[in-house]
């Protein structure tokens, strides 16, 4: 409702203010009921809030991105709902988070009819007392349900250690403590946490890490997994509430950049985790591509609290050992034979196959392929098709030297000193 608020009003963003006025036009939540049993007009406060913003020109916008002030006032919506031991975001929680946010027009507008947030706390606990609600249960079932605990894989990670070291030494800091990995995709981002999970497994950790459970969760499947269509909002906050009642986790968050669009507007995926990253017990790595992290929005609440860890290809003799050890998963999947020459050869011509993608990922996709199209060819009984340098260099489509790799400029980084501005 706030998203037709804006585009009512024809606004260019979701404010706090169109919160309050989506509240008092719906009447009928708890936080609309709040205000009325405290003697509180709706009709009067929507009527203040919008003699002060007025209207904008009415423009045919696709989507309407979330303003800071808004996207402050959700997460203290959403620490509300916390404290509050719900797994949901309601008009209470809301309403609660523009009182504590306190700078907008709309939590200007509340205080001066002489609203106070401790009444109209106390009022939202008597009507959900008086409706009888719950919280949810103690299990932590809808992170289990969505995460994968890398801890399990069984495939070894080759090389990576500098990478898996330079993400402990972040994730010690006392401050900036959340690793962001950047790199391209291919470059291997996943398998550095993997790594990492092999590396708590094996005690070969600080002894703060020892022991704790690696789990993935990639923050895009959620927006495309059916069962969880048209709840995001929902969804986020009972794997946040799921985290906080956590102990002794590595939380990765894969694609961790990418906007999300829910009905309140939008925002990078990353900012809905903000209440777990300094909970003692739980540590935050995330992931985005070089491209989502030159178009992040920035703001100063992660700036303080985020620090990128840029993630470069491989040298070739380390990616070669990393097709090495790739092999016989490829091996068993296709019952194909592949040689030495085939892997220098997918090391050449990786960057020319696929432009844009990073070693090792691009040269394992090219085995892949080139595995598939044998495969798919008639063999004698008995014999296993072979995945040879000619084969891997008819794949990639060309007998030349490889083009020159299309990739992102390297992050800058220094490793004391970081800023988002």
């Known amino acids: 409702m706030a998203r037709d608020?804006?585009?009512?009003?024809?606004?260019?963003?979701?404010?706090?203010?169109?919160?309050?006025?989506?509240?008092?036009?719906?009447?009928?939540?708890?936080?609309?009921?709040?205000?009325?049993?405290?003697?509180?007009?709706?009709?009067?406060?929507?009527?203040?809030v919008r003699s002060i913003i007025g209207t904008g020109p009415h423009t045919a916008l696709e989507h309407h991105p979330i303003s800071a002030d808004a996207r402050k006032t959700f997460e203290l919506a959403l620490r509300e709902s916390l404290d509050f031991g719900h797994s949901h975001i309601g008009t209470e929680h809301i309403l609660l988070g523009i009182m504590r946010e306190g700078e907008s027009v709309a939590a200007q507008v509340l205080s001066s009819v002489g609203v106070r947030i401790d009444q109209v706390r106390e009022e939202v606990l008597l009507l959900l007392a008086a409706q009888e609600v719950q919280g949810p249960p103690a299990a932590t079932t809808m992170l289990l349900d969505l995460a994968r605990n890398l801890g399990r894989e069984t495939a070894d990670v080759v090389g990576r250690r500098?990478?898996?070291?330079?993400?402990?030494?972040?994730?010690?800091?006392?401050?900036?403590?959340?690793?962001?990995?950047?790199?391209?995709?291919?470059?291997?981002?996943?398998?550095?946490?993997?790594?990492?999970?092999?590396?708590?497994?094996?005690?070969?950790?600080?002894?703060?890490?020892?022991?704790?459970?690696?789990?993935?969760?990639?923050?895009?499947?959620?927006?495309?997994?059916?069962?969880?269509?048209?709840?995001?909002?929902?969804?986020?906050?009972?794997?946040?509430?799921?985290?906080?009642?956590?102990?002794?986790?590595?939380?990765?968050?894969?694609?961790?950049?990418?906007?999300?669009?829910?009905?309140?507007?939008?925002?990078?995926?990353?900012?809905?985790?903000?209440?777990?990253?300094?909970?003692?017990?739980?540590?935050?790595?995330?992931?985005a591509t070089s491209a989502d992290h030159r178009r992040w929005e920035r703001d100063s609440g992660l700036d303080r609290t985020v620090q990128p860890v840029p993630v470069s290809e491989p040298e070739p003799a380390e990616v070669l050992e990393i097709l090495r050890s790739a092999r016989q998963r490829l091996v068993d999947h296709h019952e194909v034979v592949i040689t030495d020459e085939a892997l220098a050869a997918a090391v050449r011509l990786a960057h020319g196959y696929l432009p844009g993608h990073a070693l090792p990922g691009a040269a394992i996709d090219l085995l892949d392929e080139a595995s598939a199209f044998v495969r798919a060819r008639p063999a004698a009984p008995g014999t296993k098709p072979s995945v040879t340098e000619d084969v891997v260099i008819r794949t990639a489509g060309t007998s030349a030297a490889p083009q020159p790799p299309v990739l992102s400029p390297p992050v800058p980084h220094d490793p004391t000193v970081w800023s988002m501005s």
């Open 5 to 48: 608020t804006a585009r009512e009003l024809g606004h260019a963003d979701i404010r706090p203010e169109h919160f309050l006025l989506a509240i008092a036009a719906e009447g009928r939540g708890v936080g609309a009921e709040a205000l009325v049993r405290l003697g509180i007009p709706l009709v009067g406060v929507s009527g203040a």
């Open 162 to 287: 500098a990478d898996i070291d330079r993400v402990l030494q972040v994730l010690s800091r006392r401050t900036r403590n959340v690793a962001l990995l950047v790199g391209d995709p291919g470059v291997g981002k996943s398998s550095i946490a993997a790594g990492l999970a092999q590396a708590v497994a094996r005690g070969e950790v600080p002894s703060r890490f020892r022991g704790r459970a690696v789990l993935r969760l990639d923050v895009t499947a959620l927006f495309t997994d059916p069962r969880q269509h048209g709840r995001f909002t929902e969804v986020m906050a009972e794997l946040v509430q799921d985290v906080l009642r956590s102990t002794d986790v590595v939380l990765f968050l894969d694609n961790a950049l990418s906007v999300v669009r829910t009905r309140e507007g939008q925002a990078e995926a990353l900012a809905f985790f903000r209440p777990v990253f300094d909970l003692p017990g739980v540590a935050v790595v995330a992931a």
